[in-house]
Every structure is written in C-alpha cells, then in structure tokens.
C-alpha cells in the first residue's frame, strides 16, 4: 500500500496508522475552536504543524483490542486521566512532546492528532532543550548500600581527525571544562581509532579530565572537607601528554596509554613512557603506535558531555529504571566468547535545567522513538555524526514565584528538578 493511501482523507481516522513521537515548540494554544488545535514547530524536523488530542472512539479505532472504560478512564475521568491542552496552556507549557501522532486531513488543516501530550518546558523556567543522535542514560541503583546512585546522561560529539597541527586545538575541546557560554561543563575525551573507516576497538577508551584537591565547607560535618574538582582543559592536556597524570586503577592506565601511544605517533615524537604493568597492554600500545606512524591507522578525539540528574528527577528515572523505554539504554554485545552488556546509544531530547553557578542538570530524557533501538558506541560513525543541536532555549529573566526561585539550589528537595508532566 502506498503511503498516500494509508490515511483515509475523507475522515480524523485511520486505516493501518503509522504513529510517530513529536516534539513541539508551541507558538499558539486555539482553544476556541470546537476542535482545539494548537499550532508550533516540530523540533526535530523544524516544519510549522498543527496537532489536536484524540477522540475517545478515535483510540479505540487505533487500538481495537483496547477496553472503552480503561480508554475513558485514561482520557476524561480516571484520577491519573490525561491532561488536555487548556491544562497545558494553564501551566504555561511552551515545549510539548506529542505521543501516537496519527498524520490527518480536517477540515482543511493538514496536521496530527495525538493520543497524549507530556510537558517539556514552560515559559517561566529556565530550560535547554538539545537534539542529539546519540544519547546513553546512565541509571544504577545502590541496591547493597555500598556505594551510590548514578543517574546521568552523556551526549556524544562528532570526533574530528588528529593532526600535528591541531593536536592541541582539538584535545583542549575534547577536555573543555567549560562551554561556549562559559559555564561549567563536564566532558570525556573519547579515542576514536579506525582502520579503513572501521573502529578499531569494540569499546571505545575514554579519560575523563584530570582533577585537583579543593576545600569546601560543609554543614553537615560543621567544617571544611577536601574535595575532587575537575581540571581546566589546559592542565588536562598537558598531564596527559607529559605523563605526569596518574591513573586511579588498571582500566584508566590503559586507556592513557593508548591515548598516548596515539597521539605521540601523530607527532612524530617516540612511545612515550607507559604507565601500565600489563604487557598485553604495552604491546597493544606498541602496535598502535606503529600502524599509525604507518598512516595504517586514523586517530580520531571525540568527546562525550555528562549531565547528572538533578535530585527530583534522579529519583523517578531510578525508580522507572527497569521499565521497557529505559531499559533498552542498554544492549548485549559479544566479546569473544562471552555476550555482556554494554552502554547503549540512541537518538532523544534532553532537557535540561541549570543551577545558580551555569551547570546544567538533566531533568528529562526522552528518546525520538517510544522504544528505540540502541546501539554501542563503537557501531555509530563518530566522524560523520551530527552535532547535537540545542533546539529550544528559555532563559526568564526574572522568576518571581518562590517555588521557582528553588530551582537553581542542587541540594533542595524541591529543587524543579523533577521530569516534567
């Protein structure tokens, strides 16, 4: 059937919908027609549309198994029931994601019915919206009380060829600790190695910058305490390559050492100095080294930003953690002959606040598929990856409401960290 023939035109309803997820920048709320479009951008695609909610009939006619009271009770009258677009005009809501958008012809408006509509981003926060190919949610719960909650979310960023002429250009953006608009930023410099366009490693090494020792005083001990700071981009890139940086365990040894190997061969300077104990590793390091002197072997730095959930929202992903839409952040991969988990990688959105010092805190995570496919690292195209696009930027100059003055303090309960509904 071809594609024009699947929607029927004559109606709102549809034989054999293809469904999509939309996000959309709102730019006007028509609540006075009967049939309560709203009009805006898709974000994604940047094209001007214009999307109304479902019918209760019209979800029974796209899930004709589905039961007419859960439908009810889901739509109109259910303590849980979903929030129409006066709701969301009321909350001032300016960036919706649209879920089951069916494409329709009505009444002379060519646009989209939806079956819910989740908020984003209202108009009083303080909020950044970015669009990337690849996302990894980070989510794990101290189940034993050892150790602690990690909730956060990486962005990846295209890799860029080494040379010996921009060596240092592009390890310091690698390393950047700071972003373009000079606000805090934590990075990780990825080595993005590949033989005839194909990467060399099946997980791909990574360092982190380095870190100094800094005092801070905290209440809850009613003194100072010592505390790890990240480096700036300048003292990351001159450990690493003087060799004064000391690793904290076997897996960031080798990953020095490979970063060095590479670059060292890139500038024509001798294999340096390892740190590795491991002569498997030194041999690796050995052969790096020599294919790309050899031009045998491409040495390309991309980097990743970490954003960490802000308190509210590390609580609910935790607590959703094993649900299907997140769970599939990570994928099984074989290694030899043993299948392991590994960091999964998949278009989303990633909304984002920021706290009183500029440092962004992630507040939602929404993938461009309802349950996408991910992949690892090393299986997406580093050097032809796209850069992550910040699609919606909303910065209130003033916020009177007290609750919303909140939003900037990291350690607050009520901290507006929390996803958006």
Not at 7 to 27: K, P
Not at 307 to 332: C, E, I, M, R
Not at 377 to 401: A, F, G, R
């Amino acid at each position: 059937m071809a594609k024009e023939e699947i929607f029927n035109r004559s109606a709102s309803t549809a034989r054999n919908r293809e469904t999509e997820r939309i996000f959309m920048q709102v730019s006007s709320y028509d609540l006075a027609k009967t049939t309560g479009w709203i009009s805006g951008i898709n974000l994604v695609t940047g094209e001007d549309i214009q999307v109304r909610l479902n019918t209760i009939d019209e979800r029974l006619s796209d899930r004709p198994s589905a039961n007419r009271k859960n439908v009810e009770s889901t739509y109109s009258t259910g303590s849980f029931k979903r929030e129409g677009f006066t709701q969301k005009f009321q909350k001032r809501a300016s960036v919706l994601m649209l879920d089951d958008c069916v494409a329709i012809d009505e009444k002379g408006i060519k646009g989209f019915r939806s079956h819910w509509p989740t908020t984003v981003a209202t108009e009083n926060q303080n909020v950044k919206v970015i669009h990337s190919d690849a996302v990894h949610l980070k989510l794990r719960k101290n189940l034993d009380g050892t150790g602690r909650d990690v909730a956060y979310v990486e962005i990846i960023n295209p890799s860029v060829k080494l040379t010996a002429e921009n060596y240092e250009e592009v390890l310091l953006k690698a390393f950047a600790d700071r972003d373009e608009d000079d606000n805090p930023n934590r990075p990780i410099a990825l080595l993005d190695l590949q033989m005839k366009g194909k990467p060399v490693f099946d997980v791909i090494p990574r360092l982190y910058p380095s870190t100094n020792t800094d005092s801070v005083y905290d209440d809850s001990i009613g003194g100072m305490k010592d505390i790890r700071v990240t480096a700036d981009a300048k003292q990351s890139v001159s450990d690493l390559i003087d060799g004064t940086r000391i690793p904290s365990d076997g897996r960031e040894a080798l990953n020095i050492d490979y970063f060095r190997a590479a670059i060292a061969a890139v500038r024509k300077e001798p294999l340096p100095e390892l740190t590795t104990e491991s002569e498997t590793i030194k041999l690796y390091a050995q052969q790096i080294y020599d294919l790309v002197k050899k031009e045998e072997l491409t040495v390309n730095i991309g980097s990743a930003t970490v954003y960490n959930f802000g308190p509210q929202s590390a609580k609910t992903y935790l607590a959703n953690s094993d649900k299907k839409h997140l769970s599939g952040y990570s994928v099984n991969r074989k290694s030899g002959e043993t299948v392991r988990p590994v960091s999964g990688y998949t278009e989303a959105l990633v909304s984002l606040g920021q706290y009183e010092d500029g440092t962004y805190y992630a507040r939602d995570v929404i993938s461009a598929e309802p349950y996408p496919k991910a992949s690892s690292l090393n299986e997406i195209s580093l050097t032809t990856l796209k850069s992550p696009e910040v699609k919606y930027h909303n910065n209130p100059l003033q916020i009177h409401d007290l609750e919303d003055e909140k939003i900037h303090m990291p350690n607050q309960d009520n901290d507006n960290s929390a996803p958006s509904l």
